[in-house]
């Protein structure tokens, strides 16, 4: 839990407006941006409420009770946020199994990343970096709309904190489904694919990815299955090919070198 506390707050501060984070064994099951704290919550539960059984939840504002009153109909094991109002947290606190915490936002980001195996101990500099518009680099003749841009840059975020290989599907800045650790990045796709439809009857999401495609079949599976725009590092032998796809299927598909 502890790890996972710090990987569900770290993200849910890498915006500005209201973020709700659902994570579950180190990874994000639901992520969502909302002027709403409470729709914010809503819409990162739908992305995929099978897996938010027994999470974690992160937010960067104050819990409401409004927010509140929602989490308490379902069962999780921490609540983490900035701040509790009186009445979410008497609330919350009437339930046996459920702790909550209470964090202090820090400016000072810890820049050194540290991690362990039986034998070795890996020192090297932490990832603070967060992308940009001015890290877009758009590779196809069709390009993204700004509202387009605002999901590509909201769904490469949350890719940072899922474990590779990392697909994050996102429409209207919430996740639709989220494909994790598999060993073939299309596995990944289809994975996060088939979580969207499992869960949404209708949706056109833009897709990112945590690396970039060795091979253009992630763009074929994109252009079956009504993906709006594609977001990757880029770096691959094969980028050029992989950019033909997406102009032969007038997919808008961009770069972030990162």
Do not use: W
């Not at 099951?29 to 974690?56: T, W």
């Not at 390009?143 to 840059?153: A, L, Q, S, W």
């Not at 091979?215 to 980028?239: A, H, M, T, Y």
Request: charged share 25%.
């Amino acid at each position: 839990n502890i790890h996972d506390l710090e990987i569900a707050i770290e993200l849910a501060e890498q915006f500005s407006i209201a973020s709700c984070v659902i994570l579950k064994h180190g990874n994000p099951c639901g992520v969502a941006l909302d002027a709403s704290q409470e729709q914010a919550y809503s819409k990162a539960l739908q992305c995929d409420r099978v897996s938010a059984f027994g999470g974690i939840v992160a937010f960067n504002r104050k819990l409401s009770i409004e927010t509140a009153k929602k989490i308490n109909n379902l069962f999780t094991e921490v609540v983490i946020a900035p701040g509790f109002s009186y009445e979410s947290k008497k609330l919350l606190s009437q339930k046996k199994n459920l702790v909550l915490v209470e964090y202090i936002s820090s400016k000072n980001k810890t820049k050194l990343h540290f991690k362990s195996s039986r034998t070795f101990l890996l020192l090297q500099n932490k990832d603070n970096k967060i992308i940009t518009r001015k890290n877009i680099i758009v590779k196809t003749r069709k390009r993204p709309k700004e509202k387009t841009i605002e999901d590509m840059i909201f769904a490469f975020i949350v890719s940072k904190y899922v474990n590779s290989n990392a697909i994050v599907l996102v429409q209207d800045l919430a996740t639709k489904g989220i494909g994790v650790g598999q060993t073939s990045r299309l596995d990944s796709a289809q994975q996060a694919i088939k979580k969207m439809k499992s869960n949404f009857k209708k949706s056109n999401p833009v897709l990112a990815s945590d690396g970039f495609f060795p091979f253009p079949d992630i763009v074929k599976l994109c252009s079956k299955n009504n993906i709006s725009g594609i977001i990757q590092p880029g770096g691959s032998k094969n980028d050029e090919s992989v950019i033909e796809e997406s102009n032969k299927n007038g997919i808008p598909h961009v770069f972030t070198g990162i």
